[in-house]
C-alpha cells in the first residue's frame, strides 16, 4: 500500500537505482550491439510498465548482460551492430519477445520455468561472461577484431596481433576495471561502476584522447525516449521468430528468478503469470519506445531491495530520475572512452560468473556437472538460443535418466526394534528373510519411464523360491497407465505360481489412475493395505505362507510365526 512514509523510502531507493542503472544502461547496449542511448532508455521505459503490471513489489526490469549478448546473436548475422538497420531489427525482435512472453502469460504457463533447473540458467551465464569478456578484448586492446567473430577467431585474433595494440587504451581499461574493482571492495557504499568510469574518463583525458587515437562513445541525445514504430513486416518476424522464443523463455526464467530470489527475503508472494504478463508488455510497449529486448536485473533489483524500496513506485522513480540525469550526462559522452567502457564490461561478464554455485554444484552432483558444463561450452562455441536449449534439453533427459531408475531395496523386520519396524537389507545384511515372502520396497514414481526396470526386478525375484510379494510402496508418489497396467499383470502373475501380490501404503494421490481406469478393482481390493502389520497378518490369514514349510523355517521374523508349529529337527 502506498502511503507518505512509502513514498519517502521508494524516493531514495529510486535515486540510488539511478546510479546503477546509468552505467550499466551504456554497458548493456555495446554488449547488444546498439548506440549507448537505447540502453538508458530501455532503463527509463521497461521499469515503469513491470511495476504497473508485474507482481514483485522490488523487482526492475530493463537492459541486462545475458538477454542483451542474446539480442547482438540473434541479430548480428543479418545487420551491422551499431547500425540504422540493426537498431530497427532491434525492435522488431523485442516487440516479438513481448508477445510471445504475453501468450505465454495468458496461458497461465507461469510454472514452465520450473522446468529449467538453475543448474541452465548458472551454465548460461557463465558461459555467456566468458564470451562477453572475450567480445570485449577488441576494445580492450583497440584491435580491428571482425564483427560477429566466434570466440577462438577472437583469441586468434588478440594474440596475433597483440604489437598491434593500443597501450593507451588498455591503460584506461585496466585504470577503469581495477578502480571499480578497489571501489567496490573497500567502499562498498559508493557506485563503483559510475565511479570507475569517472576514473577512466579522467584518465584518457590526462593522457590525451584525440592524441593517442582513443575512441569515444561519443555525444548522446539529451531527449526523452521518442516514439517509434517497430518494422513489422512479415520477413523480419519470420528471420527473427525462433531467436525470439529462446530470448522470451530465457528472460522470463531471469525474471521470475529473480523475482522469487528477492521475495524470499520480503515474503512477497510471486505471480508468475502476472510476471509473465509484466515482462510481456514491458518489452511489448518498449519496442515502440526505443528500447531492446530486456529482462529483470539481479543487481539493480538486488539495490533496490536493499535501499529500502517499499512497493514498485521505486521503480518509476529510478526511471524518472533516470530521464532527468540523462539531460545533463548526454554532452558528456564525448568524453567516455570506449576503452574505459570494455574495463567495465569485462568487470561485468565476470561478476555474471557465479563460483560460489559453480563450486557446489561440482561438489553436490555429477550429472549437474555436466548440464553446467554441457551449457556452459554451448553458450561459447555454439549459436546462443541453440545453447539454451541444448541445457534445457540436457538437464530434462538426466532428470528422466534419474527417474527412470527408482530405487528398490529388499526389507526385513528388526527383532530388536519393539515394533519389528523393516528395514533395509542393504544396510542390515544380518537379518534374516522370510522364504516365502518378499518385502519389496520401491521409492520413485512408477511411469512408463521406469518400469521397465522394475518389471526386470521382479522378474528376477519370480526366478526365486519366493512365492508372494509385499510391495511397500509409500514412496511410490505417481502411477502412470503404463505403471497401473504392469502392477495388474504382476498381481496375476503371482497369483497363476500360487502366491500374491499385496500392495501397502500406497499414497491416495498416487492411486488416481488406478481407479478412475478400474485398475484397483481389477488388482482387488483385498490386496491393497494401509499398514504393513495389516498385510502380514493376511498373509497368515489367507494362508499364503504355508505351514509345511514353517515347520522346516528357522527364520521366525514375523510376530505370527510363533502361532505356527516349531521348527523339525
Known amino acids: 500500500m502506498v502511503n507518505r512514509r512509502t513514498l519517502r523510502d521508494d524516493l531514495i531507493a529510486g535515486l540510488t537505482g539511478t546510479i546503477i542503472s546509468l552505467p550499466q544502461g551504456v554497458a548493456f547496449a555495446i554488449i547488444a550491439g546498439m548506440p549507448p542511448i537505447y540502453g538508458l532508455y530501455s532503463a527509463m521505459v521497461m521499469p515503469i510498465i513491470t511495476a504497473l503490471f508485474g507482481s514483485s513489489w522490488h523487482m526492475i526490469t530493463g537492459p541486462a548482460t545475458a538477454i542483451s549478448i542474446v539480442v547482438f546473436s540473434a541479430i548480428s548475422p543479418h545487420a551491422e551492430p551499431g547500425t540504422q538497420a540493426f537498431v530497427e531489427l532491434a525492435f522488431v525482435l523485442t516487440f516479438v519477445v513481448g508477445v510471445i512472453q504475453l501468450v505465454m502469460g495468458a496461458a497461465r504457463l507461469g510454472t514452465l520455468v520450473n522446468f529449467v533447473s538453475h543448474t541452465v540458467v548458472i551454465g548460461f551465464t557463465a558461459g555467456a561472461g566468458v564470451l562477453i569478456a572475450a567480445k570485449q578484448l577488441k576494445n580492450v586492446f583497440d584491435l580491428p ?30 585504470a577503469t576495471l581495477f578502480s571499480a574493482i578497489f571501489i567496490k571492495k573497500y567502499l562498498p557504499r559508493l557506485p563503483h561502476m559510475l565511479l570507475g568510469m569517472i576514473v577512466g574518463s579522467v584518465v584518457a583525458y590526462f593522457i590525451g584522447i584525440e592524441e593517442h587515437g582513443l575512441r569515444v562513445v561519443g555525444k548522446m541525445p539529451a531527449h526523452l525516449p521518442p516514439f517509434h514504430m517497430p518494422q513489422l513486416t512479415w520477413d523480419n518476424v519470420q528471420m527473427l521468430a525462433s531467436n525470439a522464443f529462446a530470448l522470451a523463455l530465457l528472460g522470463l526464467i531471469e525474471a ?31 519496442s515502440f519506445f526505443s528500447s531492446f529486448a530486456g529482462s529483470g536485473s539481479f543487481t539493480r533489483s538486488g539495490v533496490n531491495f536493499q535501499a529500502g524500496a517499499r512497493t514498485p513506485m521505486s521503480a518509476i522513480f529510478a526511471a524518472v530520475f533516470l530521464a532527468l540525469t540523462l539531460m545533463f550526462v548526454a554532452p558528456l559522452g564525448d568524453y567516455l572512452p570506449i576503452a574505459a567502457m570494455g574495463g567495465i564490461i569485462l568487470l561485468v561478464a565476470y561478476n555474471l560468473i557465479d563460483f560460489k554455485h559453480i563450486r557446489t554444484i561440482v561438489r553436490a552432483s555429477k550429472t549437474e556437472t555436466a548440464v553446467l558444463l554441457i551449457t556452459a561450452l554451448s553458450t561459447i562455441f555454439l549459436n546462443l538460443e541453440f545453447a539454451i536449449y541444448v541445457g534445457i534439453i540436457f538437464s530434462l533427459f538426466f532428470y528422466l535418466m534419474r527417474t ?164 523339525s529337527s
Open 256 to 286: 521470475v528468478a529473480i523475482a522469487r530470489a528477492i521475495a524470499s527475503y520480503s515474503h512477497q508472494r510471486i505471480n508468475a503469470n502476472q510476471e509473465f504478463i509484466g515482462q510481456g508488455l514491458a518489452n511489448t510497449i518498449g
Open 145 to 174: 577484431v571482425p564483427q560477429g567473430a566466434s570466440f577462438f577467431r577472437i583469441l586468434k585474433e588478440v594474440v596475433t596481433h597483440i604489437d598491434q595494440s593500443n597501450w593507451y587504451a588498455f591503460a584506461v581499461a585496466m
Open 404 to 567: 527412470s531408475s527408482p530405487h528398490i531395496t529388499r526389507l526385513a523386520p528388526d527383532p530388536d526394534s519393539p515394533t519389528h519396524k523393516l528395514v533395509n537389507l542393504k544396510r542390515f545384511p544380518h537379518l534374516k528373510e522370510c522364504p516365502q515372502v518378499a518385502i519389496v520396497r520401491i521409492d520413485g514414481s512408477l511411469y512408463f519411464g521406469a518400469v521397465e526396470k522394475v518389471a526386470d526386478y521382479f522378474q528376477e525375484l519370480a526366478e526365486t523360491d519366493v512365492r508372494s510379494v509385499l510391495l511397500v510402496a509409500q514412496g511410490i508418489n505417481f502411477v502412470d497407465l503404463t505403471g497401473a497396467e504392469w502392477l495388474e499383470r504382476e498381481v496375476h502373475k503371482w497369483r497363476e505360481r500360487g502366491g500374491d501380490l499385496y500392495i501397502v501404503g500406497l499414497k491416495r494421490v498416487a492411486q488416481d489412475v488406478l481407479i478412475k481406469g478400474g485398475f484397483r478393482q481389477k488388482i482387488g481390493e483385498e490386496r491393497f493395505f494401509d499398514t504393513k502389520k495389516e498385510a502380514i497378518a493376511a498373509l497368515f490369514e489367507r494362508n499364503l505362507i504355508r505351514e509345511q514349510v514353517c515347520q522346516k523355517c528357522t527364520a521366525r521374523i514375523f510376530e505370527e510365526c510363533a502361532r505356527m508349529p516349531a521348527p
